[in-house]
């Protein structure tokens, strides 16, 4: 089972940073940004670096990239189409591991054409970036968004816990099953894009 650790190191707009770690100490950081000593005061004892992932290139998510390499020199994984150096260009329903636990790498566009959401494959978690927040979803191209909350997002177990790209909810992480019921934003998404055409008016 792989131990996450949630990071407010702050960066650009309330910024969160995590810390994947398996069994026998394989570790992964996800948008490495902010207060860069959070995340090496968090690593626990003998880590084994293996990527730095990246939900998306925009530059509040990744401004950490150069620190932590000097202290975790680890392969940089993301989508295709980043905007930015990576090691590892990912494709969608790709497979990492992490020591013997999966991670599945899913495509999302919406928010951005490189948006990457990271699904641990026990179904305990979900690393959504700006594509969903805990009460909101990230500004996007409304079409490509819909159709990967309905089509990627939604169908995954409620069970996952979401992690976000930030902390705009009313508390920094929750399952998938609250959120299809309380978010108003992936409330529509069963019904109509019409439906969440309207939700849209309302982000802000």
């Given at each position: 089972?792989?131990?996450?650790?949630?990071?407010?190191?702050?960066?650009?707009?309330?910024?969160?940073?995590?810390?994947?770690?398996?069994?026998?100490?394989?570790?992964?950081?996800?948008?490495?940004?902010?207060?860069?000593?959070?995340?090496?005061?968090?690593?626990?004892?003998?880590?084994?670096?293996?990527?730095?992932?990246?939900?998306?290139?925009?530059?509040?998510?990744?401004?950490?990239?150069?620190?932590?390499?000097?202290?975790?020199?680890?392969?940089?994984?993301?989508?295709?189409?980043a905007?930015?150096?990576?090691?590892?260009?990912?494709?969608?329903?790709?497979?990492?591991?992490?020591?013997?636990?999966?991670?599945?790498?899913?495509?999302?566009?919406g928010?951005?054409?490189?948006?990457?959401?990271?699904?641990?494959?026990?179904?305990?978690?979900?690393?959504?970036?700006?594509?969903?927040?805990?009460?909101?979803?990230?500004?996007?191209?409304?079409?490509?968004?819909?159709?990967?909350?309905?089509?990627?997002?939604?169908?995954?177990?409620?069970?996952?816990?979401?992690?976000?790209?930030?902390?705009?909810?009313?508390?920094?992480?929750?399952?998938?099953?609250?959120?299809?019921?309380?978010?108003?934003?992936?409330?529509p998404?069963?019904?109509?894009?019409?439906?969440?055409?309207?939700?849209?008016?309302?982000?802000?």
């Amino acid at each position: 089972m792989i131990l996450v650790t949630q990071l407010k190191t702050g960066g650009f707009d309330s910024n969160f940073s995590y810390i994947l770690t398996g069994e026998n100490g394989e570790t992964a950081i996800i948008d490495p940004c902010g207060d860069i000593s959070m995340i090496r005061n968090s690593l626990v004892e003998n880590y084994i670096p293996k990527y730095i992932l990246l939900t998306h290139s925009h530059h509040d998510h990744i401004s950490g990239i150069q620190s932590v390499l000097q202290f975790f020199p680890a392969k940089i994984a993301a989508c295709q189409f980043a905007n930015c150096k990576i090691d590892i260009p990912l494709n969608h329903k790709d497979i990492l591991s992490l020591d013997s636990d999966k991670i599945n790498c899913l495509h999302a566009p919406g928010h951005t054409e490189d948006s990457m959401i990271y699904h641990l494959s026990d179904d305990s978690a979900i690393f959504t970036g700006d594509t969903l927040f805990i009460d909101y979803i990230g500004f996007c191209r409304a079409k490509e968004m819909y159709n990967t909350l309905k089509n990627i997002l939604y169908p995954l177990n409620d069970s996952n816990i979401i992690y976000s790209g930030h902390d705009y909810g009313h508390k920094p992480f929750g399952t998938l099953g609250e959120e299809k019921n309380s978010n108003p934003f992936l409330t529509p998404i069963p019904v109509s894009f019409e439906k969440f055409k309207q939700a849209l008016v309302n982000l802000s």
